[in-house]
């Protein structure tokens, strides 16, 4: 069964730039996966599983093609293997933390099939959602019902 992330949990980074993925989280994601550069100035967190299915769909993009070259380097260049400590603590890069401008405090936020991690400051920045008028027509053009 696919796992669904919901909810956002605030954490602190530590001084080795380790952060820790809630509990709830934990448990659908196992002993280890995939984080990596995402959208918006946050980061992905991937199940394995959902990883390498994105993955693959990397390797068939054209070598070719310069914006799938692109793609595949943002992704792929930026993705690390997470391993939780015994306290669910794991590493992220001064890269990853560059990326996503996270210093000290985190927002970790379920997103259905993903997770991301944001800076506190660039999650309360995103999350005003005081453009309700143009989610509701964004998820009408999308399709989406409640």
Same mark, same amino acid.
């Given at each position: 069964m696919k796992a669904t992330f919901r909810g956002s949990y605030n954490h602190n980074i530590d001084a080795?730039? +380790? /952060?820790?993925?809630? $509990?709830?989280?934990?448990? &659908? !994601?196992?002993? +280890?996966? $995939?984080? #990596?550069?995402?959208?918006?100035?946050? *980061?992905? &967190?991937? #199940?394995?599983?959902?990883?390498? =299915?994105?993955? @693959?769909? *990397?390797?068939? !993009?054209? /070598?070719?093609?310069?914006? &799938? +070259? @692109? $793609?595949?380097?943002?992704?792929? =260049?930026g993705s690390v293997d997470a391993e939780p400590d015994k306290q669910g603590r794991f590493q992220l890069s001064a890269e990853l933390l560059n990326h996503a401008d996270i210093k000290k405090e985190a927002v970790v936020v379920g997103v259905g099939s993903r997770i991301e991690i944001w800076s506190k400051e660039r999650w309360e920045d995103a999350s005003t959602f005081e453009n309700i008028e143009d989610i509701a027509a964004n998820m009408s053009a999308l399709g989406l019902k409640i």
């Open positions: 080795k730039g +380790r /952060i820790c993925m809630p $509990v709830k989280f934990r448990e &659908a !994601l196992g002993d +280890r996966f $995939v984080v #990596t550069r995402g959208f918006d100035g946050c *980061l992905y &967190a991937f #199940t394995p599983d959902d990883w390498n =299915a994105f993955d @693959e769909q *990397l390797q068939e !993009l054209s /070598i070719y093609d310069k914006g &799938a +070259r @692109e $793609v595949s380097r943002f992704f792929s =260049a």
